[in-house]
Protein backbone atom coordinates (compact mmCIF):
# COMPACT_ATOMS: atom_id res chain seq x y z
CA UNK A 1 0.00 0.00 0.00
CA UNK A 2 1.32 3.67 -1.35
CA UNK A 3 0.48 6.07 1.80
CA UNK A 4 2.31 9.01 -0.01
CA UNK A 5 0.05 11.96 0.29
CA UNK A 6 -0.70 13.36 -3.08
CA UNK A 7 -1.79 16.54 -1.47
CA UNK A 8 0.46 19.64 -2.67
CA UNK A 9 1.25 20.94 1.27
CA UNK A 10 3.05 23.92 -0.06
CA UNK A 11 -0.26 25.45 -2.25
CA UNK A 12 -2.32 24.55 1.11
CA UNK A 13 0.52 26.37 3.48
CA UNK A 14 0.10 29.32 1.51
CA UNK A 15 -3.83 29.62 1.29
CA UNK A 16 -5.24 32.00 4.07
CA UNK A 17 -7.21 30.88 6.41
CA UNK A 18 -10.34 32.86 5.57
CA UNK A 19 -10.69 31.32 1.76
CA UNK A 20 -10.93 28.02 4.02
CA UNK A 21 -13.58 29.33 6.04
CA UNK A 22 -15.75 30.95 2.79
CA UNK A 23 -15.30 27.28 1.52
CA UNK A 24 -16.53 25.16 4.56
CA UNK A 25 -19.65 28.00 5.46
CA UNK A 26 -20.47 27.31 1.31
CA UNK A 27 -20.09 23.74 1.80
CA UNK A 28 -24.16 22.55 2.11
CA UNK A 29 -22.69 19.10 3.70
CA UNK A 30 -21.33 21.56 6.09
CA UNK A 31 -23.72 23.35 8.42
CA UNK A 32 -22.09 25.85 10.70
CA UNK A 33 -22.27 25.02 14.19
CA UNK A 34 -24.91 27.43 15.88
CA UNK A 35 -27.35 27.81 19.12
CA UNK A 36 -29.56 25.69 17.96
CA UNK A 37 -27.31 22.87 17.00
CA UNK A 38 -25.54 23.37 20.53
CA UNK A 39 -29.07 23.06 21.88
CA UNK A 40 -30.05 19.90 20.09
CA UNK A 41 -26.38 18.53 21.06
CA UNK A 42 -26.42 15.47 23.04
CA UNK A 43 -22.91 13.52 24.32
CA UNK A 44 -22.57 10.17 22.77
CA UNK A 45 -21.23 7.99 25.55
CA UNK A 46 -18.65 5.59 23.67
CA UNK A 47 -19.58 1.93 23.79
CA UNK A 48 -18.39 -0.20 26.87
CA UNK A 49 -15.67 -2.81 25.62
CA UNK A 50 -16.10 -5.98 25.23
CA UNK A 51 -15.03 -8.91 26.91
CA UNK A 52 -13.59 -12.29 25.57
CA UNK A 53 -15.39 -15.01 27.15
CA UNK A 54 -15.62 -19.21 26.15
CA UNK A 55 -19.05 -19.95 25.70
CA UNK A 56 -20.46 -23.26 24.92
CA UNK A 57 -23.45 -23.08 22.83
CA UNK A 58 -25.60 -25.99 21.57
CA UNK A 59 -24.46 -26.70 17.96
CA UNK A 60 -27.75 -25.51 16.03
CA UNK A 61 -28.10 -22.56 18.02
CA UNK A 62 -24.53 -21.57 16.85
CA UNK A 63 -25.18 -22.89 13.49
CA UNK A 64 -28.20 -20.78 13.27
CA UNK A 65 -26.55 -17.41 14.04
CA UNK A 66 -23.83 -18.25 11.78
CA UNK A 67 -26.14 -18.76 9.05
CA UNK A 68 -27.04 -14.92 9.78
CA UNK A 69 -23.72 -13.70 7.94
CA UNK A 70 -21.35 -11.57 9.43
CA UNK A 71 -22.00 -10.24 12.75
CA UNK A 72 -23.32 -12.88 13.99
CA UNK A 73 -21.18 -12.86 17.16
CA UNK A 74 -22.61 -9.10 17.55
CA UNK A 75 -26.16 -10.23 17.16
CA UNK A 76 -25.66 -12.79 19.73
CA UNK A 77 -24.97 -10.04 21.89
CA UNK A 78 -27.48 -7.97 21.32
CA UNK A 79 -29.94 -10.96 22.20
CA UNK A 80 -28.37 -11.20 25.39
CA UNK A 81 -28.61 -7.54 26.07
CA UNK A 82 -32.71 -7.59 25.05
CA UNK A 83 -33.17 -10.78 27.37
CA UNK A 84 -31.29 -8.62 30.30
CA UNK A 85 -33.13 -5.21 29.79
CA UNK A 86 -36.40 -7.22 30.16
CA UNK A 87 -35.55 -8.99 32.81
CA UNK A 88 -33.88 -5.86 34.84
CA UNK A 89 -37.28 -3.95 33.40
CA UNK A 90 -39.06 -7.11 35.11
CA UNK A 91 -37.22 -6.60 38.58
CA UNK A 92 -37.95 -3.36 38.90
CA UNK A 93 -41.66 -3.31 38.70
CA UNK A 94 -41.90 -6.30 41.07
Given at each position: M ?17 E ?20 R ?13 T ?40
Open positions: NNTSKTDWDRVDARPDHFARDAIADPDNPPIDEEFLSARQVQPPQPKRQVLQLDSDVLEWFKQQGKGYQTMINAVLRAYKDVQEKEQQTQ
